[in-house]
């Protein structure tokens, strides 16, 4: 069973910055989607951003402008760099790596974002 391991996680301060990353344990040779998703408390887990295996980014209209996804293929590795972070940033990080057809649908056990002064 394939994990996925995420890093970079912690508390920072209204403006800061702080980059996720997120690396699978065992090598996967295709991964179509790549993606992270925030679960703020007594919320549902949201999109926060992903990119396709062709490296087309897309992302929530509150991470645009601010928050960077990338993606290095050969380490399966995806990272989410965040900047000019916000109070309402705040949530669990989760990272998850897709198949379209379905073969696969990992999650990572997520990272938890503190956005305080």
């Known amino acids: 069973q394939v994990q996925l391991v995420e890093s970079g996680g912690g508390l920072v301060q209204p403006g800061g910055s702080l980059t996720l990353s997120c690396t699978a344990s065992a090598i996967i040779a295709t991964i179509d989607e790549m993606g992270w998703w925030r679960q703020g408390a007594g919320k549902q887990r949201e999109l926060v951003a992903r990119i396709s295996s062709d490296g087309d980014p897309q992302y929530a209209d509150s991470a645009k402008g601010r928050f960077t996804i990338s993606r290095d293929n050969a380490k399966n590795t995806v990272y989410l760099q965040m900047s000019n972070m916000k109070a309402e940033d705040t949530g669990v990080y989760h990272c998850?790596?897709?198949?379209?057809?379905?073969?696969?649908?990992?999650w990572g056990q997520g990272t938890q974002i503190t956005v305080s002064s």
């Open positions: 998850n790596f897709a198949q379209w057809n379905g073969d696969f649908d990992y």
